[in-house]
């Protein structure tokens, strides 16, 4: 019993044609989709990078304000010891000033600028997401100078820890009283005298001060002020471009 097999008719090219088209339709279509999608979860990432950078960058402009305030009450210390210093005779008055002041003068509080955001954008490739170029150079400037000012800190703390080695030279610790809480002319025993009534000795410690004082004044001051401005700045760019709060 013979057995007859069905024959097809081959496709015609028309229809080849067409079944490509489909299938390459198909296949360009979910690409598209993919890279829109991939497109919109890195433009909300983007999103996500500038609403915390814009809160690290509030706090920083609130703690530059403050690490401002505070070499502002050194220098103004410094200023008033220093002729205090170069006076060939003090009053017992005079002396406790001195000894407050010199409590005062020499801290080292550097700028704890805030690297939460900065931390995951250099070490994460965030940058990249970050498409307005002006923002972008507007991130790397202040990232720069934020190292400017951690390195130049560092130098004011050298100069303001070698003051302070020859202050040991001058002031005796002993003659305080009541440390823990601070200042006024109270924290002082009334019989104060200085270590030393060398000349040499003292102009020195009162010309390391003149040196750290201006190294506050015409350098760290301006990084704190400079660097504050661009804070500000880029707050404002990341808002008008980001449409945040």
């Known amino acids: 019993m013979e057995v007859h097999h069905k024959h097809h008719a081959p496709k015609k090219w028309s229809e080849y044609l067409t079944e490509f088209f489909m299938l390459f339709a198909a296949v360009t279509l979910g690409f598209f989709a993919e890279n829109q999608r991939e497109h919109y979860i890195e433009r909300h990432r983007e999103e996500e990078y500038m609403q915390s950078l814009l809160e690290d960058l509030v706090k920083d402009t609130l703690e530059l304000r403050n690490a401002t305030k505070y070499i502002d009450r ?3 210390f410094i200023d008033t010891s220093i002729p205090l210093l170069r006076t060939p005779r003090l009053t017992t ?3 406790k000033r001195l000894y407050i002041f010199n409590l ?8 704890e600028l ?6 995951q954008l250099k070490n994460a490739g ?12 507007l991130i790397t400037d202040y990232w720069q100078r934020h190292e400017f000012l951690q390195k130049y800190e ?11 080695d020859q202050s040991y030279r001058i002031f005796d610790q002993d003659y305080y009283v009541n440390l823990e809480e601070g200042a006024g002319p109270r924290g002082v025993k009334e019989d104060v005298k200085l270590l030393t009534n060398d000349r040499l000795t003292i102009i020195e410690y009162a010309n390391r001060l003149s040196h750290v004082k201006n190294s506050m004044l015409n350098v760290q001051r301006k990084i ?3 660097q504050h401005a661009n804070a500000t700045k880029l707050i404002e760019r990341i ?3 980001y449409h945040l709060d």
Do not use: C, W
């Open 114 to 119: 805030s690297t939460r955001t900065s931390a």
């Open 104 to 111: 005062s003068s020499l801290g080292n509080r550097g700028s």
């Open 239 to 241: 808002r008008e471009v």
């Open 154 to 164: 560092d130098i004011v703390g050298d100069l303001k820890l070698k003051a302070r």
């Open 224 to 226: 704190y002020l400079q």
């Open 126 to 137: 965030g940058m990249r997401l970050v498409k307005s170029h002006e923002i972008g150079n």
């Open 93 to 95: 008055e005079d002396l």
């Open 74 to 76: 050194q220098i103004a």
